[in-house]
C-alpha cells in the first residue's frame, strides 16, 4: 500500500470506506476539476464524480472496494483492486471486478484523474441475460485453440 505520508493513502482509505453518506466528503481528496474515467462513463468536475458514485451506490447498494497493491512515482499512482457487490439488474449472485486504477495528482494533494481500467466484457457484458450468452459464444469464436 501507499505510506501513510503519500497522498494515495487518504484516498485508498477513503475508498475502502466509502458509503454513500461518505460522498459528502469528496472533495477531501478529490480535486474541484477531476477527471473519471471507466469503461461506462466520462466525467469531469467534482458534482459529475459524485453523480456517478451516487448511481453507483443506486445500483449496487453493498458495493465495497479493497485495494490490492499500490504503486507510485511522484504525481502518479496505479491501484490494483477488487470490487465486489450485488448489483439489481443482475441478480443476486456476489458481481467481483479486478480492475486497476491510473491516479493523478494536483499540487495539493487531491485527486486531479482517475482512470479505472477493468474489462467489462467479461465481468460485466457476460453476466447480463442474452447479451452474456452472444458474448460468450464471439469469445469461443476468436480465442485461440
Known amino acids: 500500500m501507499a505510506s501513510n505520508d503519500h497522498p494515495a493513502a487518504a484516498y485508498i ?5 466509502l458509503t454513500p453518506a461518505g460522498l459528502d466528503a ?6 474541484e476539476e477531476i477527471l473519471f474515467r471507466d469503461p461506462f462513463n466520462e466525467v469531469r468536475g467534482l458534482a459529475a464524480y459524485r ?8 445500483a449496487a447498494p453493498d458495493i465495497s472496494f479493497a485495494v490490492k497493491h499500490c504503486a507510485y512515482d511522484g504525481d502518479v499512482c496505479y491501484l490494483r483492486w ?12 456476489p458481481w467481483v471486478v479486478q480492475g486497476m486504477s491510473e491516479l ?4 495539493d494533494g487531491r485527486i486531479l484523474a482517475h482512470i479505472d481500467f477493468w474489462d467489462a466484457a467479461s465481468q ?3 453476466r447480463v441475460p442474452i447479451v452474456g450468452g452472444l458474448i460468450r459464444l464471439i469469445r469461443r469464436r476468436v480465442a485461440a485453440h
Not at 26 to 31: I, M, R, T
Not at 82 to 93: F, H, I, N, P, Q
Request: charged share 25%; net charge negative.
Open 13 to 17: 482509505r477513503f475508498y475502502e470506506t
Open 26 to 31: 469528496l472533495s477531501s481528496v478529490v480535486h
Open 51 to 58: 453523480g456517478i458514485l451516487a448511481s453507483m451506490f443506486d
Open 82 to 93: 477488487d470490487s465486489t457487490a450485488t448489483v439489481k439488474a443482475l441478480g443476486r449472485d
Open 104 to 107: 493523478t495528482f494536483a499540487d
Open 124 to 126: 460485466f457484458y457476460e
